[in-house]
């Protein structure tokens, strides 16, 4: 009940409107909505909690009042204004899946089968909690690190991506680009669709990676590798999770095709997304990092590339021909880990090539504290570099804290492309790295190395 005798809480009593007033804060649990008898008698009504003060009467608002709470803008409709609007990688995907065919959006997005091993690999990520230390001085955060032997500003890099160029057409050149302005590194595919020549030319202050898909055909790997030595790529990373191709069962409903093909469904799709094939076409027609152009199905091409014959003494040879930094990707247990340290790998990627290959794989995250013991028990120096499933700088984070010396972006780089080319990967990193910052200064961190496991505990299910 109310207590009587203040005429503003009789007002109340009688006018619903003004009753409403009364809920301080909609969504605050601790706010009381209904005013609460106090038992105070005529106390005056701003002493009591929840009642309006007599001071706060309702009155007709004047232009001085409003003027400054009136920003309207002029609406602006750039690419950049538009990719401001993506707050968060997911952000980006939304724009990228609204200005993109079906068929390239779905090469990208899906994985392999019934998807399970990406799902997983993103839910680890989120199956975690941080333990942030309080009362550090985090004024300054440093994402600097030390990667196979050289500075990155950012413990992120490019993981290699095949025909970059079907999804946006600025393809390898943005991602190279973007990369070598944020100071991290590139990694071209072997499957790229820009030459490793031309990558090199477009971004010469960067620090480019190959990726290499090795072949039992010894002469046409080695003009590759001399290839990519020459262009200044200072790491081979080769992939050894493709002995055949994943099922990647969208692009097999999609009908998906290298370039794809004008049927009546994708010219029906080219209605919704007229930028997107105006780039196309409008561009050099795509070729291949190490091909020469090819039309067929992603799967022939895939099949035609990898090389189910391979074994440990091609990595060997690989060793000894190779002079740079040699990287492993597509590790996914300890003791293959251990046994291409022991072959003379520089470092391993933790990886199951983003869940497009083997459905039900290891997850790299899970696998990442078991991999650290055992190279540490070794006395390896190996650098261990963790990709699948990354969606947020946390996600990174939560890699290095458990163990990891840097991280691979494929779709979340991609996205960025698709939602907007060399800008949207731009975009894709800027947020990366705002993530990044954020979460080591909420967890009271402000250098990489300062990065422990005791910083992350993982939830049981
Ligand atoms: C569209 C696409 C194409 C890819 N092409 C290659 C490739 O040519 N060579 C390779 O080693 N990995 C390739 N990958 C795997 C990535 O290098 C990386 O392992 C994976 O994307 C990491 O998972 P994430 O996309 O969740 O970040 C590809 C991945 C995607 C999404």
């Known amino acids: ?47 009591i909690p929840g009642i309006i003060p007599a001071a706060l009467k309702r009155r007709v608002p004047k232009y001085s009042d409003l003027a400054p709470l009136m920003q309207f803008k002029k609406p602006e409709f750039s690419r950049a204004a538009r990719l401001r609007q993506a707050s968060t990688i997911w952000d ?62 950012l413990p992120v890099g490019i993981a290699p991506t095949g025909f970059t160029r079907m999804m946006q057409s600025e393809g390898e050149y943005a991602g190279s680009q973007a990369a070598a302005a944020a100071g991290i590194p590139y990694t071209l595919s072997t499957m790229g669709t820009a030459s490793i020549e031309d990558v090199a030319a477009a971004a010469p ?23 990519a030595a020459r262009a200044g790529n200072d790491t081979l990373m080769v992939t050894v999770d493709t002995a055949v191709a994943g099922a990647r069962l969208r692009d097999v409903r999609n009908g998906m095709t290298i370039p794809p093909a004008l049927t009546l469904k994708t010219v029906l799709d080219a209605s919704y997304r007229p930028a997107w094939w105006f780039n196309f076409l409008t561009h050099e027609p795509l070729t291949f990092a190490s091909l020469s152009r090819y039309t067929g199905t992603v799967a022939d091409l895939i099949n035609s590339m990898f090389d189910p014959t391979l074994t440990f003494e091609d990595l060997d040879w690989l060793r000894d021909t190779w002079k740079g930094k040699l990287v492993v990707k597509g590790i996914q247990t300890v003791e293959d880990a251990r046994k291409v340290v022991d072959h003379g790998a520089d470092g391993v990627v933790l990886s199951n090539h983003g869940g497009r290959q ?5 997850i790299p995250f899970h696998l990442l504290p078991e991999v650290s013991a055992a190279l540490k028990a070794d006395n390896s120096d190996a650098a261990i570099i963790l990709d699948t499933g990354i969606m947020s700088g946390a996600d990174i984070i939560a890699a290095l804290a458990l163990g990891a010396d840097f991280t691979l972006i494929g779709r979340a780089y991609l996205y960025g492309l698709m939602a907007g080319g060399r800008a949207g990967v731009d975009r894709a990193i800027e947020i990366l790295e705002k993530d990044m910052l954020r979460t080591m200064a909420l967890l009271g961190v402000s250098r990489i190395s300062e990065l422990t496991p005791d910083h992350v505990r993982l939830l049981k299910k």
């Open 92 to 153: 980006l995907r939304d724009m990228a899946k609204r200005r993109t065919p079906q068929a390239p959006f779905d090469y990208t997005d899906g994985a392999a089968e019934a998807e399970i091993t990406l799902r997983r690999a993103r839910q680890a990520f989120l199956d975690i909690e941080f333990r942030p230390g309080i009362l550090r001085d985090v004024s300054r955060v440093d994402l600097g690190t030390q990667i196979l032997g050289k500075p990155s500003r």
């Open 358 to 362: 083997l459905d039900r794989a290891p």
């Open 205 to 227: 202050d960067g620090r480019n990676w190959f990726q290499l898909y090795l072949w039992t055909d010894r002469d046409r790997s080695l003009e590759l590798i001399e290839r």
């Open 1 to 47: 009940m109310q207590p009587r005798g203040d005429p503003d809480i009789q007002e109340h009593e009688t006018c619903p409107e003004a009753a409403m007033t009364q809920t301080i804060e909609p969504g605050n649990p601790e706010a009381p909505t209904q005013p609460e008898d106090t038992g105070t008698g005529s106390r005056p009504a701003a002493a």
